[in-house]
């Protein structure tokens, strides 16, 4: 017969060890057996559906599905030793290590997780995290069919308050910030009044807020939108104005994981502006506090934009960091183009080099070669041989089509 260990028995049915001890020694787990001094599970059992009843219901430490993102995680360093003080709240202790497991890039121990949430029928805030994990497991994996699964399941949680909906309504616009939709959010997200929601989910609704700003911008920089007195790059440099204030109450707040999303959005939109000194300046406090905890899952999500810049910069603090985040980011671009293109009708490029990258993004702000070769200090005839090999890669059949592959 398969066994299994209690942790991974734990960690496939989203309760701590603790509990699978108790269950193993109540004989409620058929099979397990004694070794030892610990217990061992066989493969294919479930959690025993008395367990549920066993454990009384526990409301989430904050409301909120976003516990990584609250003051609950408000040391660097310290992530976990913050789980495993919610080893008697199951359900918080269960969302908090998979956001973490994802935050890290251990997709493999996310999925499991968010299974167990679709499974258990938990409370509100718990189906929501699940929901929200189930998604971005499905960009990783690039499938859309777990995508629009994950999205049923936000939309199937118990609704019976106004408060309630507009939290649905952050969920499904959060998801949907992740793949750069932004066609269904809700008025009141893309004024940024978050004045319906409960406090402790302001900071999450703060950090994919500027992402919204920065696809609003991008959008304007490439023609895409068209806003009414708008153009170029004038927005996008004017969003670190606006982000620079979230950042400084995120300290205050000491709440560490929208210090470093806050930090990252604010370097992507001085480093599009042309400001890489005040980039870097983000991107390092941004890369010591991820690497404090070894989150290089929100480094990978970033490292599209900086066409190199990123990975040259963690180099420089932990040249072991980087090849992990490199390794990441080879499995996170096929998928995330893959699905995000998918969802925008779309055919994101994912062979594309750094240096490709970035030059195909300022065509679409509209800069002309010699420009670019100008900004880039680069021969001219080397952004035109560039943008043939751009061209020859995707297929697209001129410079105005770019903005539909990055």
């Not at 390092?284 to 990978?300: H, M, Q, S, T």
């Not at 810049?309 to 932990?318: C, P, S, Y």
Request: aromatic fraction near 10%; hydrophobic fraction near 45%; include cysteine.
């Amino acid at each position: 017969m398969n066994m299994i260990t209690v942790k991974q028995a734990a960690e496939k049915w989203g309760v701590t060890t603790r509990r699978v001890q108790e269950l193993c020694k109540e004989g409620k787990i058929k099979g397990a057996q004694r070794w030892e001094r610990t217990w061992m599970v066989p493969a294919h059992a479930v959690l025993p559906s008395t367990a549920k009843g066993d454990v009384p219901h526990m409301p989430m430490p904050k409301k909120s599905p976003f516990l990584d993102m609250t003051n609950l995680y408000n040391t660097a360093g310290d992530a976990d030793g913050l789980a495993a003080m919610l080893e008697n709240n199951p359900e918080a202790f269960a969302l908090l290590e998979a956001q973490l497991a994802y935050r890290r890039g251990e997709i493999y121990k996310v999925y499991d997780r968010a299974r167990y949430f679709l499974s258990a029928h938990s409370g509100f805030y718990a189906i929501l995290g699940g929901g929200m994990l189930l998604a971005l497991c499905a960009i990783w994996r690039g499938d859309m069919e777990l995508w629009v699964e994950a999205k049923r399941h936000i939309c199937s949680a118990p609704c019976e308050s106004e408060v309630r909906r507009e939290m649905i309504s952050l969920a499904l616009a959060i998801v949907d910030s992740s793949v750069y939709d932004n066609r269904d959010y809700p008025e009141w997200f893309k004024r940024g009044s978050f004045e319906a929601l409960p406090p402790d989910a302001h900071p999450a609704a703060k950090v994919f807020y500027t992402k919204y700003l920065y696809m609003s911008a991008f959008g304007i920089a490439s023609k895409q939108i068209d806003f009414e007195g708008i153009q170029g790059l004038a927005l996008m440099r004017l969003i670190p104005k606006s982000i620079e204030p979230m950042i400084s109450q995120a300290v205050v707040d000491k709440t560490i994981l929208p210090e470093i999303f806050l930090r990252l959005s604010c370097a992507v939109a001085y480093y599009n502006s042309g400001d890489r000194e005040y980039a870097i300046l983000h991107m390092d406090k941004a890369i010591a506090l991820a690497l404090a905890d070894r989150l290089y899952g929100v480094l990978v999500e970033y490292v599209r934009h900086f066409d190199g810049l990123l990975e040259e910069r963690i180099a420089l603090v932990d040249p072991s960091a980087v090849e992990n985040v490199k390794e990441l980011y080879g499995v996170y671009s096929v998928g995330w183009s893959k699905l995000s293109g998918a969802v925008r009708n779309r055919n994101i490029a994912a062979n594309l080099t750094a240096r490709e990258r970035e030059v195909a993004k300022l065509v679409t702000f509209g800069f002309t070669s010699k420009e670019i070769a100008s900004m880039l200090y680069i021969a001219e005839s080397t952004v035109k041989q560039t943008v043939l090999r751009v061209v020859q890669k995707t297929g697209v059949k001129d410079r105005s089509e770019f903005a539909s592959i990055l």
